[in-house]
């Protein structure tokens, strides 16, 4: 399975992944997954939010124990980041019927679309849909960076987005979630363990800054005559910076936008967005108060127009204590919980839904990039780890 996921979407040059929802490298993973799920005589379905379900037992029957993950990646990343946990649960159904486990429980595979939010700019919207945390409408308002809303890019792709919206009934038929996921960190490594569980999910957020300025000629203007957005924003960059550090959270200015974006002009416009995540509520709002006051008086130090607006954000997320607890109990009751500071479609669900995480260990902790990896011991152990639970769940 890894083998044949490992080709696409991969850019030759940044050996990352660019699998961007509503793209051809994104069909070519949804063929994956269906191929996947008609070769285990599994009943597949897509739902109205484009979402991929792979059944064994009856959909219909309630109370059903749900695993998966998400194949997109943000730009240039890795290729453990959502597909490990989708490879590993059919990996698991396979260790099951090896096993020869009766479930007693409906079980399904799933692959929830566009979770990174790399092209339109907004995380889990396959998730957010159908837990009606977005709405239709302010769903066809999203557009990627060649202006293509996302119900253009639905139908391009084959998909009709004319019913996409809250989907109570389909959520209502599920018992538990439980969504296994590389570790975007180093506290597996660090404590010697394989798996882990999570704990909860920060509170997190995405920002965007407009620094209006004057677009003027680099070479011909006075220093003391420039309306330039871009020393605005580059003060704010490093105020992110200083105020996460302050306050033991993270901040981050990951993408900009200019222009006119000449080489030999000054920018009428910068546009940055800031992410910004914290253990608690109160530390996160001080960050982001602080990094929009600090804007702000830039931007009237230099004569610059800012408008800030709020484009997404997730409240703290305790994973279900129950499910959590009986997780660590299928696996032998020692195994470590941990916290973690990305979110992930488990955490959307988690106000609909039981859910519960298994993280799997990442030596070099890094995440988003080329360079993210699993070992193949840790991840048949993730594989294992993530069969009993689902044995646990499923066959009791």
């Not at 032998?332 to 992930?344: D, E, K, R």
Request: glycine share 12%; net charge negative.
């Amino acid at each position: 399975m890894w083998d044949e996921l490992r080709p696409i979407g991969r850019h030759a040059d940044s050996g990352g992944y660019r699998r961007y929802a509503w793209t051809g490298a994104d069909a070519d993973c949804r063929a994956w997954f269906r191929g996947q799920a008609e070769s285990r005589g599994l009943a597949y379905e897509v739902d109205r939010n484009g979402n991929q379900w792979a059944w064994l037992g009856d959909p219909l029957a309630g109370d059903a124990v749900v695993t998966g993950s998400h194949l997109d990646s943000v730009p240039d990343g890795g290729a453990f980041d959502g597909p490990l946990g989708v490879v590993s649960s059919f990996a698991a159904l396979d260790e099951l019927r090896a096993r020869g486990a009766a479930l007693t429980r409906p079980l399904a595979i799933t692959n929830f679309g566009d979770e990174e939010g790399a092209r339109f700019g907004l995380a889990c919207v396959g998730s957010r849909l159908a837990a009606g945390q977005l709405t239709k409408e302010k769903a066809y308002e999203l557009r990627d960076a060649d202006g293509v809303s996302l119900p253009q890019a639905m139908e391009a792709a084959g998909y009709d987005p004319g019913s996409i919206g809250a989907d109570p009934e389909r959520l209502s038929r599920i018992g538990a979630f439980v969504e296994l996921h590389v570790e975007q960190g180093r506290a597996l490594d660090l404590s010697g363990d394989r798996v882990g569980i999570a704990s909860a999910i920060w509170p997190h957020g995405r920002w965007r800054f407009d620094f209006h300025g004057e677009a003027n000629h680099a070479g011909t203007t006075r220093l003391v005559d420039r309306r330039d957005p871009m020393l605005t924003y580059a003060e704010t960059v490093l105020a992110a910076r200083r105020e996460a550090a302050l306050a033991g959270a993270v901040a981050t200015f990951g993408k900009i936008s200019v222009e006119p974006n000449g080489v030999n002009a000054i920018p009428s416009l910068v546009r940055g967005w800031l992410d910004s995540r914290a253990a608690d509520q109160a530390t996160l709002d001080t960050v982001v108060t602080a990094v929009e006051k600090a804007a702000r008086e830039h931007a009237d130090r230099d004569g610059i127009d800012l408008n800030v607006v709020r484009e997404s954000f997730t409240p703290v997320v305790e994973f279900e204590h129950a499910l959590r607890d009986e997780l660590n109990r299928l696996l032998g009751g020692s195994v470590p919980v941990l916290g973690t500071g990305a979110g992930h479609d488990a955490g959307i669900l988690s106000a609909s839904v039981p859910t519960a995480m298994l993280f799997v260990r990442n030596p070099t902790g890094v995440s988003h990039s080329p360079r993210e990896f699993a070992a193949e011991d840790d991840c048949v152990a993730g594989v294992l780890a993530l069969a009993d639970v689902l044995e646990g769940l499923a066959c009791r």
